[in-house]
């Protein structure tokens, strides 16, 4: 098959061959007309500050950009949940012509008295950065009259990308690092970076290293807090999760404040033990027994997850996945965990990757592999029917084309409600797999080679619960 579909796209679409020299073209502003996946600059730096539970979010600029990142992603707060709340200074007409500082300062005031916040972050948006308010003296002035950081985000959508956002955002959290009281952290301290707390993640992950004998002194930006962020340059090491997002504030926490970085990931079995074990490497020298302890958890959990996983296996084996994210540090763990499953990825792309990204991910995937940057759902729909794959693991924006093909749909990112991090999930990932691949109910749908399947009486009565009354009798007969 002829991967790409736009010309343009071409060299952004790679189909793997053994032997062949890998290169790809990534990190490109999205092509004008190819509706493309990634987001804007505005959105990037949104979702990377958002999960900061006890800040005051305040996007400057027309409603349709706080409408569009409103709650966007299942962030779990133990604490306070102000970063659940959108607000906007809702430019209209009028404030493009004469400006909107009166009107974002007077917002801030307000909000301030109302939610008494520890910090607030203000987002440029596209129309800002063209009729030019100075958010930054805004900022300032609102900052000396309340007592509180107000920070601003150069978030302006028509900068770049998506990952420009994530650099936007890192350089408005350094404005916080640093600003703290950092007595009393243990030798043995880690931040724990580019975890969002989906689904509550974050607090598995947590509880690992704290079983390892580990203190976690700031979780950034799931369940985090302005106060951990002002003091979390004081942490022995920075343990990075997504590369793409919060890289950028390692680097600069290593190049001001010489805190070393390692990269990890938590998602699937090897992956997930790996960031335990290079954590617990990294001490070793200050603490004999932490190799030992982390060996006893990974035994543990693996106890019980590889015998279930040996179950789901005997179902799964040979068949196909297609994975989309917006991270390719994730899409590495993805095709892992397939292995696992005994399942074949036959594409696999992400937003966000860099070259370096891809390289490594062409290095772990198999033989006609098509690896993709920055897609688009004509070109997302026309893998999954040529590729005639079993299941689409993605995210919101990805649903809809796979159940419009009649496939089956994995959320892999922010709107989830179920922990996929981890050993336990792993377990959780592996499960909802086998339900979704193995549901009866993609055989009322015309989605292989044009034809129906054939459906029993037994396959019709186990839809019954999630296809309705009329389209079964239809399908049936």
Not at 83 to 103: A, M, P, Q, Y
Not at 118 to 123: C, K, L, R
Not at 338 to 352: E, I
Request: charged fraction near 25%; charge should be neutral.
């Amino acid at each position: 098959m002829k991967p790409a579909i736009f010309e343009q796209r071409s060299k952004q679409i790679v189909q793997k061959r053994e032997g062949d020299e890998f290169s790809i073209a990534c990190n490109r502003d999205s092509l004008a007309g190819a509706v493309s996946q990634r987001a804007c600059v505005f959105c990037g730096s949104r979702v990377v500050l958002y999960p900061i539970a006890d800040a005051l979010h305040l996007v400057h600029g027309p409603i349709g950009c706080a409408a569009y990142t409103w709650d966007i992603r299942g962030a779990l707060s133990s604490g306070p949940e102000l970063h659940r709340l959108s607000f906007s200074t809702d430019l209209r007409e009028k404030d493009v012509i004469f400006g909107g500082e009166k009107k974002l300062e007077a917002a801030l005031l307000e909000l301030i008295a109302q939610h008494k916040p520890n910090a607030a972050f203000v987002y440029s948006t596209c129309i800002v950065g063209i009729i030019g308010d100075d958010v930054g003296a805004i900022c300032k002035k609102v900052s000396a009259a309340t007592g509180i950081p107000v920070i601003p985000v150069q978030s302006e959508g028509f900068k770049g990308n998506k990952r420009a956002g994530y650099e936007a955002a890192c350089r408005a959290m350094m404005q916080l690092v640093g600003t703290g009281d950092t007595s009393g952290i243990s030798p043995l301290s880690i931040n724990i970076l580019g975890d969002f707390n989906l689904a509550g993640e974050i607090w598995i992950i947590k509880e690992y290293y704290e079983r390892m004998g580990i203190e976690v002194v700031a979780t950034i930006t799931g369940d985090g807090r302005v106060g951990d962020l002002a003091r979390c340059h004081g942490a022995a090491l920075n343990v990075v999760q997504c590369s793409g997002a919060t890289m950028d504030l390692a680097k600069m926490m290593q190049e001001k404040f010489g805190v070393p970085v390692i990269r990890a990931s938590y998602f699937g079995i090897e992956d997930m033990s790996k960031a335990l074990y290079d954590v617990a490497r990294h001490f070793q020298d200050k603490d004999p027994g932490i190799m030992a302890r982390t060996a006893a958890l990974v035994k543990e959990e693996l106890s019980v997850l590889l015998p279930r996983l040996a179950e789901l296996r005997k179902d799964l084996e040979g068949k196909k996945a297609a994975v989309y994210v917006g991270g390719a540090f994730k899409a590495f763990s993805l095709v892992k965990c397939f292995r696992h499953l005994g399942m074949k990825v036959v594409v696999v792309g992400s937003q966000t990757g860099t070259e370096e990204d891809y390289k490594e991910l062409a290095a772990i995937t198999d033989e006609g592999t098509i690896i993709v940057d920055d897609s688009n759902p004509l070109e997302l729909a026309r893998f999954v029917k040529d590729l005639d794959v079993d299941i689409f693991v993605g995210g919101v924006k990805e649903r809809p084309i796979a159940y419009k093909l009649g496939v089956g749909f994995c959320d892999h990112n922010h709107e989830r409600k179920e922990a996929l991090e981890g050993f336990v999930g792993m377990i959780n990932f592996a499960e909802e797999v086998h339900r979704t691949v193995m549901s009866p109910v993609w055989r009322f749908t015309p989605r292989r080679r044009g034809s129906l399947q054939p459906v029993t009486a037994l396959d019709a009565a186990a839809c019954a619960s999630t296809v309705s009354p009329e389209p079964a009798k239809e399908a049936a007969s």
